[in-house]
């Protein structure tokens, strides 16, 4: 895994490193691939033993589909907008979206973070590292249908890509220029 690149997705806030060799950012391929019918299905079909869970109340592809564009255009409206009002409100920052990746474990540097969704009960998750209250790095998103990250391969992606990113971030203090801390 190589990072190639690291995008302000709103300037002084919400940032999003790029992979060698994907073609964009991992906050826009997230918002792409959520809104492209073709890939949710093929992913909801592979994944339908996970959608058909008592949890997610017997929802068919076809609704699943049509939930995940729904929460994708809520959430990237909220994370945009939340990114930009917390530069200037202390109350309501990105702080507020995003909680530590593990219940109990908070981390005051470099934390791995994530934000669900808006529409409850969500699938939808945003990884990040946080650099402050409203400064995060997105590293990587994907529709969680099971209770834990280490029963399915494409979750222990994400988690692997939290952690390359936090080391690539803690290891050298020039790769943390790119946020323009004061």
């Not at 691939?33 to 008592?54: A, G, M, S, T, V």
């Not at 699943?64 to 994370?79: C, H, R, V």
Request: hydrophobic share 40%; aromatic share 10%; proline share 3%.
């Amino acid at each position: 895994m190589k990072i190639i690149n690291t995008f302000a997705i709103v300037k002084d806030s919400l940032y999003s490193v790029q992979y060698d060799p994907e073609l964009l950012n991992e906050f826009a391929k997230c918002f792409e691939l959520w809104n492209d019918p073709i890939y949710l299905r093929e992913f909801f079909e592979q994944h339908q033993k996970d959608l058909n869970n008592d949890f997610w109340n017997g929802i068919t592809i076809e609704e699943a589909i049509i939930k995940t564009k729904e929460d994708a255009s809520l959430f990237e409206e909220e994370l945009l907008y939340i990114a930009e009002t917390g530069k200037t409100e202390r109350l309501e920052t990105l702080s507020t979206l995003f909680e530590p990746l593990s219940k109990g474990v908070i981390d005051e540097n470099l934390e791995k973070d994530k934000a669900k969704g808006m529409k409850r009960p969500s699938w939808l998750r945003i990884y990040a590292i946080r650099i402050e209250a409203n400064i995060f790095v997105v590293c990587g998103g994907a529709i969680k249908l099971t209770p834990t990250m280490n029963e399915r391969d494409h979750l222990i992606l994400e988690l692997d890509k939290l952690e390359f990113t936090r080391n690539y971030l803690q290891d050298d203090d020039e790769n943390l220029e790119f946020v323009e801390l004061n």
